[in-house]
């Protein structure tokens, strides 16, 4: 049988992403609810070291759904990363006979978690918190679709600029190695053209392309660049492109973390309950190392493993309707 949970600890890590707080508040009230005693960890896995543990009631959590970035601070440690910090982190646990763990992050958040509950057995659970969308097991992680509209929103405000001067405009998104961001912000703002981690192309294949749309009268342009495109940086891309086109007049705008800030939007928040409900759940259900997440709007428990290894792929259907209707 597996052991009851009676205690608990919820940390945020890595990079923050708008719906944090909200996620915090649904695991915080949902504890509340069950009757289990709940603590915050301060600063990640670093906080999880030295201790900066502090008990959390409904109160704490009272209107911060609304909040982007998170209550409880975030940072990258790098001592967790080896075996005397797991070493430490799990004696402070102990300190407060933690017998559960919900961890809100991306990638490498949820790698720590794993490894710490193979090593230690805190049953552990994993949210998936992170602009980028790229763990396996969900159809969309917390904070993508704000980071989406953000983005939107900078290149709707760029395409003013652009036309008015009949400007190619070269626009770099954030999603580190994962192209999700720049492709759903490509279709939701009309741009003309899209480099993704996932495609190979190369700069003469881009460049015929924005000369086909000259040539179709496209007076002005606007070129959405995933950071993690296989060509180079948004800079070095818009260099070769200007050397190749005459008369064209290049910008380049890097959005940066302004993607990853800001208010949740209504989707990143109902998810965020949803799956902060789904974690506390999951561990009074005897259930450990696994990611929850939504497929096909059901909640769904996957190993935490497979969320961190396996290679969550773009709907090639959404990439040729990028491609078809940037004309």
Do not use: W
Request: glycine fraction near 10%.
């Amino acid at each position: 049988m597996s052991q009851k949970i009676n205690r608990i600890a919820v940390f945020t890590s890595g990079g923050d992403a708008p719906g944090m707080n909200a996620a915090l508040r649904a695991v915080v009230r949902t504890a509340a609810h069950e009757k289990l005693i709940v603590y915050g960890i301060m600063n990640g896995y670093e906080g999880m070291i030295n201790g900066a543990l502090k008990k959390l009631d409904v109160r704490d959590v009272g209107n911060i759904i609304q909040r982007g970035g998170t209550f409880l601070k975030t940072a990258r440690s790098q001592e967790f990363m080896t075996k005397k910090g797991r070493e430490k982190a799990f004696a402070q646990l102990q300190k407060l006979n933690i017998d559960g763990l919900v961890a809100l992050g991306g990638n490498g958040t949820l790698t720590g978690a794993d490894i710490f509950q193979r090593e230690h057995g805190m049953p552990c659970i994993g949210v998936p918190c992170t602009i980028d969308n790229d763990l396996y097991g969900t159809d969309t992680t917390i904070g993508f679709d704000t980071a989406v509209n953000t983005a939107i929103e900078a290149v709707d405000k760029i395409r003013d600029t652009a036309e008015s001067h009949n400007r190619l405009f070269f626009i770099e998104v954030m999603g580190r190695h994962a192209g999700f961001i720049a492709l759903y912000t490509a279709i939701g703002s009309g741009a003309g053209n899209v480099l993704l981690p996932e495609k190979e192309t190369s700069i003469h294949d881009l460049v015929e392309t924005l000369k086909a749309a000259e040539e179709r009268k496209r007076l002005f342009n606007l070129v959405i660049v995933a950071e993690g495109n296989k060509i180079g940086s948004v800079h070095e891309i818009a260099k070769k492109v200007e050397a190749q086109m005459e008369n064209v007049d290049v910008r380049v705008t890097v959005i940066g973390h302004l993607q990853r800030g800001g208010s949740p939007s209504g989707y990143d928040r109902l998810l965020a309950t949803r799956l902060g409900y789904a974690a506390v759940e999951a561990l009074i259900d005897g259930h450990s190392n696994v990611m929850v997440g939504i497929s096909n709007n059901q909640l769904k428990h996957t190993p935490m493993a497979y969320a961190i290894k396996n290679e969550k792929e773009l709907n090639m259907e959404i990439l040729h309707l990028a491609e078809m209707l940037s004309i």
